[in-house]
């Protein structure tokens, strides 16, 4: 049976704050049409597109990224924040009319700036996916701590091969205990790319990895003009095998 491929983008919009200091919904709208549609995307996850503080208010036009992107806006009433966010937390995802959604949760994680997961099982073709999207503490006993959280979600819902995309605030290329079998569960690889700053990108923060080995491909971090100055991070795409 031939192996499915999902392509697959992340990108924290830092609030719509770009790197010359002005806030620009449009921006980062424009951004997104001009430097991430053309790719016909099969998952978009983005991270701090709500307000950061309560009621976590919304920023951009949805429904104008989804017609764009030709992707769906998956947030009903229940998985978002609250009735004037778009999101969780200020994560977002959409997906394409292919992957229906099955079933939903929201996570949240522990720390003293509340963070969360968005967990999404679909099926690509005949294969059950779980699709999990997050932005992570910029401490790593948290991070590790929040890892452990998403760990044992997992392991109460049915097993499928999961695909963990998001800000993971993860400098080191070698990931340390957050990534640990041990720890999560379940062994969750992928290429690495440096995406911050933007403007030069050194640090690895943003990942896209699966639990199915070696089934993550042509990862790379996408620079256009437009989507250097319009965020802090460089969006993260890279196609994910479904075997």
């Known amino acids: 049976m031939q192996a499915k491929q999902l392509r697959c983008a992340t990108w924290n919009v830092h609030r719509a704050k770009g790197r010359d200091g002005r806030v620009d919904p449009h921006r980062v709208v424009d951004a997104i049409d001009q430097g ?37 806006y998956i947030h009903d009433p229940a ?9 969780f937390l200020g994560t977002i995802l959409f997906l394409a009319p292919s992957l229906p959604r099955l079933h939903a949760d929201l996570i949240d ?8 997961a968005i ?8 294969r059950p996916v779980r699709i999990v999207s997050t932005h992570l503490s910029l401490s790593q006993p948290l991070r590790i701590i929040q890892m452990r959280v998403i760990g044992q979600y997992l392991r109460r819902r049915p097993q499928m091969q999961t695909i963990l995309l998001g800000d993971l605030n993860e400098w080191r290329h070698w990931g340390g205990l957050m990534f640990n079998r041990r720890l999560v569960g379940t062994a969750l690889r992928g290429p690495v790319r440096p995406t911050f700053p933007s403007t030069r990108p ?3 923060l943003d990942r896209i990895m699966t ?19 319009a965020s802090d991070h460089l969006p993260l795409e890279a196609i994910v095998t479904v075997p």
């Not at 522990?110 to 969360?116: K, L, T």
Request: net charge negative; with cysteine; hydrophobic share 40%.
């Open 211 to 229: 639990d199915a080995p070696g089934e993550v491909h042509q990862m790379r971090a996408v620079k256009t003009p437009k989507i250097a100055v």
């Open 79 to 87: 998985m978002r924040w609250g009735s004037d966010s778009d999101g």
């Open 202 to 204: 050194l640090l690895p």
């Open 36 to 72: 991430l549609a053309p790719l016909y995307m099969d998952i978009l996850a983005l991270q701090e597109a709500d307000g950061e503080c309560r009621p976590h208010a919304r920023i951009f036009d949805m429904q104008d990224i989804a017609a764009r992107t030709g992707l769906e």
């Open 109 to 116: 994680l522990p720390g003293h700036c509340h963070r969360g």
């Open 119 to 126: 967990a999404v099982e679909t099926r690509c073709g005949n």
